[in-house]
C-alpha cells in the first residue's frame, strides 16, 4: 500500500502481494546490467535502483511531486495498482501496454537464450537438416533467428564450417569411445561415386554385450583419387580402421562382389595365408616349412640378392585387412539377375520370356519418358507403374508385382485398356499366367533379401537359415508351376554356386545354432548341425582362458601349471553349451544365462551378412552432396554426413 508522508522527499509503496502475477525474471540480467525491468512502461515510469528484493521505481505522472513506488522483481503489479489510484486516466493505455508486451513474452521472451544455445541450435538445423553451410548468411534465414531472438549474432558460412569441423571431432571420439568398450567389431564397405567423384564409405557395426542390441555408427566417407585398385581400397581401410582404433578388433568386414574388393582381401586378408604367394603371385609356388630342409643341411652357399627388388616387392603384408564376408543381398540379386537369364536356355520358356516382357517393357519405357502416358496409367488403375532400376534390388520383381495388383484389383481389363491407350501389344491369357508363376517363383528370393538386408535386426546368424528356407521355398513354388520351372532351376543352381562355400562354413553354422530362435531346427543335414557344434565346443573355453593365456610361458612348468585351469573352464563351457542346446525358451535374453555361450554367440553373431547399411550411407550422402552443392569440399561434406548418421551418439554441445 501507498503511505504518502507529509513534506517528505518521495512517497514510498511497498511490494503488496496481487493475484494478477506476471513472470518478467526472464528478461533480466545480473542486477548491475538493468536499465529498467519493464521498457515498455517507460513513458509511465523511470528505474531508480534495487532495494532488497524490490525495485525502486519513480513515477513519472507524478511529475513534479516525486513519487518512489517499491515493485516485485517479478511482477509490476504495484505499478499498476499505482495507476488504478493516482491516474485513471492514464489505466487503459498501461493495460494496452501490458497486454501487448504480456503476449510477446510468454511466448517468445520467457528465459534468455545464450548465444551458445542460439549457436548450438543454428548447428543442429544445418547438420540435421541437411542445409548448405551458407544458409546462416542467407537475409530471410537472418530474419527469422532475428524475429525469436533479437539480440542474437548471426554467424557467417565460415565460422559455421569451425563449428561443424569441431562438432566433428567431438562425434568421432565418442564413436571411438563407444567402439573401445567393446570386444568385436564389424565393418561394411563400399565405393560410391557421384557429380564426377568417387568415396569410399565404411560403417561400423557391434552388439552391445548387456542389451544384445546391435548398434551402428558411420566411420567414414572419404573421397578416393584414381583407379579403384585393390592396394588403394586396402590402404583407405586399413586408415580408417586405425583412424577409430579397432583394426584387432574388426571380426568380419562385408563389400559387394566388386573384383577389386575381393582381391584386396585375398591379398591382404588374414583369413588368407598372405605369406604364401610365390614370386610369381601363385600360391602353390610358395615353399612349404620343411620343405627341402635335407637338402639345405650340410653346406652354406653365399647368395647375392637385388635389394630395391626385395624392398619394392609386394609380400602382402603392407596392410592387414579382416575376413571377408560376401554380401548376401547383392549374391541374391545377382542369382535374380545373372543366374535368372540362364533359364532363357530352355527354349520353350525363353520364347514366352521374350514375348511377355517384350510388352512389359514398352510399358515401363512409355511411361517412364511420357507424362501423359503415366497419367493415363493412374486414372485407369490409380496407380503408377515402376519401372525396373538395375542398381536396385528386386527392381524387376517389384515392377512384376506392381502389374499383377492392377490384375488382381482393376482386372486384366484394365491392363488391356492401358495397352490399347498406349499402343502396345495386348498381353494373352499365357502371358498374364507367366507374370503370375515369375512373381510366384521370384517372391521367396525378395522375401530373403529384406530379411538379410534389415540393419538392427539381422545378425550372422541369420544368413544360413534365410538360404536354406529359401531352398525349401523354391522346391515348393516349382511343383505346381507351368511355365517357369527352368526359372526355379536356375535360381536353385545359383544359390548353390555362390552361397554353397558358406553352408560349410562352421563359424556361420555355429552363429546360427547361436540364435535361440533357430538352434538347430533350421536344417535336417544332421552333420552340418555336428560341425558347428564341433566348432562351438573347440572355442567357447577361449574367452574364459584368456586370462591363463596371457600369464602363460613358454616353461613346460607353467604349461602344466595352467593344464588344469583350462581343462576345468572347457568343461564349464561344454556344461553351458549343453544347458543351452536343451533349453526350450526362444528369446534371446536366454544367452544371459549362459555367459560363455553368449560371449561366443556375440563374437559369431556381430558381423552383418550383408553391406545394405553402406547403401543407407550413400543414400544420405547423396541428400548432401547435391547438385546445388557440387563443388562443397570433401571433408566438410564427410563431416556433416557422419554428423547427420551418428546424431545417436553424438549430442552437440
Not at 117 to 138: M, N, R, T, W
Not at 624 to 645: H, I
Request: charged fraction near 25%; hydrophobic fraction near 40%; proline fraction near 4%.
Amino acid at each position: 500500500m501507498e503511505a504518502p508522508a507529509a513534506g517528505s522527499a518521495a512517497n514510498v509503496t511497498t511490494p503488496v502481494a496481487d493475484d494478477e502475477h506476471l513472470d518478467y525474471s526472464g528478461e533480466l540480467g545480473e542486477l548491475d546490467n538493468v536499465t529498467h525491468p519493464w521498457p515498455y512502461l517507460q513513458d509511465f515510469f523511470s528505474y531508480i535502483g534495487v532495494k532488497n528484493s524490490s525495485y525502486r521505481i519513480k513515477c513519472l505522472l507524478c511529475l513534479p511531486r516525486v513519487t518512489e513506488i517499491l515493485a516485485f522483481k517479478n511482477s509490476p503489479s504495484n505499478l499498476k495498482k499505482h495507476i488504478e489510484r493516482k491516474h485513471v486516466g492514464h489505466l487503459k493505455k498501461y493495460e494496452e501496454l501490458t497486454s501487448r508486451k504480456r503476449k510477446r513474452t510468454t511466448l517468445v521472451n520467457t528465459r534468455t537464450v545464450s548465444q551458445r544455445s542460439i549457436d548450438k541450435a543454428i548447428l543442429k538445423y544445418v547438420v540435421q537438416g541437411l542445409q548448405p553451410f551458407h544458409v546462416v548468411e542467407q537475409q530471410p534465414f537472418r530474419d527469422f533467428v532475428k524475429e525469436l531472438q533479437p539480440n542474437a549474432k548471426m554467424i557467417s558460412r565460415l565460422t559455421m564450417c569451425s563449428m561443424i569441423d569441431n562438432a566433428s571431432m567431438g562425434m568421432k571420439k565418442a564413436v571411438t569411445e563407444a567402439m573401445r568398450g567393446v570386444d568385436h567389431i564389424a565393418t561394411t564397405t563400399d565405393c560410391w561415386s557421384a557429380r564426377r567423384q568417387s568415396f569410399i564409405g565404411v560403417t561400423g557395426h557391434w552388439i552391445d554385450p548387456n542389451s544384445l542390441k546391435r548398434c551402428s555408427a558411420a566411420l567414414a566417407c572419404k573421397q578416393l583419387r584414381g583407379s579403384h585398385t585393390f592396394d588403394v581400397l586396402a590402404s583407405a581401410l586399413n586408415d580408417i580402421h586405425s583412424e577409430f582404433e579397432i583394426r584387432g578388433k574388426i571380426v568380419r568386414t562385408t563389400t559387394d562382389n566388386g573384383s577389386n574388393f575381393i582381391k584386396a582381401f585375398q591379398v591382404f586378408g588374414e583369413d588368407e595365408n598372405n605369406n604364401a604367394v610365390g614370386s610369381d603371385g601363385d600360391p602353390g609356388n610358395a615353399s612349404q616349412p620343411g620343405e627341402d630342409e635335407e637338402d639345405q643341411e650340410g653346406f652354406e652357399e653365399v647368395e647375392f640378392v637385388d635389394v630395391s627388388a626385395l624392398l619394392n616387392e609386394d609380400d602382402g603384408l603392407e596392410f592387414q585387412l579382416p575376413q571377408h564376408q560376401r554380401c548376401a543381398c547383392h549374391l541374391l540379386n545377382l542369382i535374380a539377375t545373372v543366374d535368372a537369364m540362364k533359364a532363357t536356355s530352355n527354349e520353350a520358356y525363353k520364347k514366352v520370356y521374350l514375348s511377355t516382357f517384350g510388352k512389359c517393357n514398352a510399358l515401363w519405357y512409355k511411361c517412364g519418358r511420357s507424362t501423359l502416358a503415366a497419367e493415363t496409367v493412374e486414372d485407369a488403375c490409380s496407380f503408377q507403374l515402376l519401372r525396373p532400376n538395375a542398381t536396385r534390388w528386386n527392381s524387376l520383381f517389384l515392377a512384376v508385382e506392381r502389374l499383377l495388383r492392377i490384375m488382381k484389383e482393376k482386372g486384366e481389363g484394365a491392363i488391356r485398356g492401358i495397352c490399347t491407350n498406349l499402343k502396345v501389344p495386348m498381353f494373352n491369357p499365357a502371358e498374364f499366367a507367366f507374370l503370375t508363376e515369375y512373381a510366384a517363383a521370384m517372391s521367396p528370393v525378395a522375401q530373403a533379401t529384406n530379411v538379410l538386408q534389415a540393419e538392427a535386426n539381422a545378425m550372422m546368424e541369420w544368413l544360413l537359415p534365410t538360404i536354406n528356407l529359401l531352398t525349401v521355398k523354391l522346391d515348393r513354388v516349382k511343383l505346381p508351376l507351368k511355365y517357369c520351372k527352368p526359372l526355379v532351376d536356375a535360381l536353385q543352381v545359383g544359390i548353390k554356386n555362390r552361397f554353397g562355400h558358406m553352408s560349410g562354413d562352421p563359424e556361420l553354422i555355429a552363429a546360427a545354432i547361436l540364435l535361440p530362435k533357430f538352434r538347430t531346427a533350421w536344417t535336417k543335414d544332421e552333420s552340418t548341425i555336428k560341425t558347428g557344434i564341433d566348432y562351438m565346443r573347440q572355442h567357447i573355453e577361449e574367452p574364459s582362458l584368456q586370462l591363463a593365456d596371457a600369464n602363460r610361458s613358454s616353461s613346460s612348468d607353467d604349461d602344466d601349471f595352467f593344464s588344469a585351469l583350462q581343462s576345468s573352464q572347457a568343461q564349464d563351457g561344454a556344461k553351458q553349451l549343453d544347458g543351452y542346446l536343451a533349453c526350450s525358451a526362444d528369446h534371446m535374453d536366454l544367452l544371459k544365462s549362459f555367459p560363455a555361450v553368449c560371449k561366443l554367440s556375440v563374437k559369431l553373431n556381430t558381423p552383418l551378412p550383408a553391406s545394405a547399411a553402406c547403401e543407407r550411407l550413400f543414400s544420405i550422402a547423396g541428400l548432401v552432396f547435391s547438385p546445388r552443392r557440387a563443388r562443397l569440399n570433401s571433408r566438410n561434406f564427410e563431416n556433416q554426413l557422419l554428423l547427420k548418421m551418428n546424431r545417436h551418439l553424438f549430442s552437440f554441445s
